[in-house]
């Protein structure tokens, strides 16, 4: 009772206390770019008032000549800063342009290697004479504890037998690395982000030994010949 007493007074508390409003702070660029902004449209008037103080000539032709220097004064700048903003507007759609090229560069890339993925998991469970699926033989024989035991003789002619009778899936396999090497190839901001959800979705969708098995593979296939920035294999990926 105690415990739920003091949990019930302590909701009260919180709600009895107002909600503070939460600071709405411009960025630190922001208030430099406003700040440049204003003390230029300002310091025209502060240099007139400091020469010649506050008080307005009764001349008019004193008037004119106030009128004429401020207007030669506040026309440039005033250009400038239109300028700055035409600038802006450029540089901000620009920004937008290049970051709907990169989405569709993106979407392009993950509908590729999904269409791969779901045909390499159709030719992984295709059957032999003896009713073993492919991905049960890559499991079995690609898999070696060791470089050397992955590039021995035997184990190089295995594979490229096992790919003159099952060619698919080497195919599906080396065309899902190109788009993965072209969504690596900007280090930044989506792109890196996606790189993570796409090894992810290859793992979840082919699990992470076959991943494994097909580097491997791959690599027996072509006798290492074609060097890919193999993700799975232990034995591949710490290659230079």
């Keep these: 009772m105690i415990h739920s007493g003091f949990n019930f007074a302590i909701t009260l508390e919180l709600m009895e206390q107002p909600d503070r409003p939460k600071p709405n702070k411009l960025p630190a660029r922001t208030r430099i770019i406003l700040g440049t902004v204003i ?7 502060l240099v007139y008032v400091w ?12 008037r004119g000549e106030m009128g004429s ?16 903003v035409v600038y802006g507007q450029v540089k901000s759609q620009n920004r937008f342009n290049e970051h709907e090229i990169d989405q569709r560069l993106i979407e392009q890339g993950r509908s590729d290697i999904q269409y791969y993925l779901e045909q390499l998991d159709r030719v992984l469970q295709l059957r032999d004479p003896n009713g073993t699926t492919i991905r049960e033989m890559l499991h079995q024989h690609f898999q070696p504890p060791s470089k050397a035991h992955l590039e021995a003789q035997a184990l190089m002619q295995l594979g490229q037998s096992l790919n003159r009778q099952y060619p698919q899936p080497i195919a599906l396999w080396g065309a899902i690395y190109p788009i993965l090497a072209g969504l690596q190839a900007a280090n930044r901001y989506p792109y890196t982000h996606n790189v993570t959800n796409t090894l992810q979705k290859i793992v979840a969708m082919t699990t992470f030994e076959t991943g494994v098995a097909l ?16 993700q799975f294999s232990p034995l591949l990926s710490e290659e230079p």
């Design 69 to 84: 220097a401020m207007s030669g004064i506040y026309s440039p700048i005033l250009a400038l800063l239109a300028l700055l």
């Design 39 to 45: 003390a230029l449209l300002l310091a025209p008037i």
């Design 215 to 230: 580097d491997n593979f791959h690599h027996c296939v072509t006798e290492g010949r074609v060097r890919l920035p193999y």
């Design 51 to 62: 020469t010649f103080g506050t008080s307005i000539s009764s001349n008019h032709s004193r």
